[in-house]
C-alpha cells in the first residue's frame, strides 16, 4: 500500500509538472500573438502614419504665402471683389479729372501761349512816369495763357529792337484765366533828353515770345496808336510782362 501510495504521488508530480510546462507554453503563445496583433502593430502603425505626414509634399506650384508654405491665407473672393472695386474708383476718379480738366482753364492741356490770336492788346501813354506807355494784354481766349519774357516792339519799319530791362523780370511766368489783363511798360524816351534819333512813330506791332527766349509765340499784335503818333529815341526800352499794372509802370 505505501509503495502504491508511493508510486501514484510520483505520477501525481509528473502530471502536474506537464501540465504547468503546457500552460506556460500557451500563456508565452498567447502573449506573442497579443504582441503581434494588438498593441505593437498599433503603435507601428501610428509611427508609420507619422511618417507619411511628415513627408507629404508640399502643392506644386504653391506660390509663397499660400497653403503647403508659410500657411498664410491666400486672398479669397472678398479680396478679389475689393481689388474690382479699388479698380473702379480709380477710373472714377480719372473720369472726374477728365471732366474737370474740359472745364478747368488751368488744367493740363487747357494751358496755351498768349499771343495776337487770344487776346486783345490796347496801348496807351501814361503822364506818369514822364514819356512812358503802358501795354495791356486781356485774355480773351477760353484757356489759360502764359505772358513770356517781354514784348518785341517794332514802330514802323524800325530795324532794331528795344532790350528789355533786366530789373523788372518776375519771379513765375505772367499767367492769364479767361477775362484777366497782363502789363508791360515801355519808356518811350529818356526824360533828361539824352537819348538819340528821335522820331514819331505811327504804326506799332507787338511781337510775343515762345517756350525760349527770342523764339516766336505766335500771332503779333498790332494795336490801334493815337492819330498824332508816339515819339521815342534811342532810348526806347521796356518791361518783362507783369501780372500788376504798378509793377508795369514802377510806381
Known sequence: MTAFRSTLASNTTRTSRRLAGAAAVALAALALTACQNGTGLQDGGAAAAGDSATSTPTPTGAPAGQPGTSGTPSPGPAATTGGAKATGGAKTG????????????????????????????????????????????????????????????????????????????PQAVVSLAPGQSGYAGVMLSAADGSGEGGTTGHRLTIAFQGQTPNSVGGASATPSLPAKGLSYDSSLTVTYWQQEMTDALGS
Open 94 to 169: 480719372t473720369d472726374q479729372g477728365n471732366a474737370k480738366g474740359s472745364s478747368d482753364p488751368a488744367a493740363p492741356g487747357n494751358r496755351v501761349l498768349c499771343n495776337g490770336s487770344n487776346t486783345e492788346v490796347t496801348v496807351q501813354p501814361v503822364p506818369r512816369p514822364l514819356n512812358h506807355m503802358l501795354i495791356t494784354v486781356k485774355n480773351t481766349g477760353s484757356k489759360l495763357c502764359d505772358l513770356t519774357y517781354y514784348p518785341v516792339l517794332r514802330f514802323d519799319e524800325m530795324q532794331w529792337a528795344p532790350v528789355a530791362r533786366s530789373e523788372t523780370k
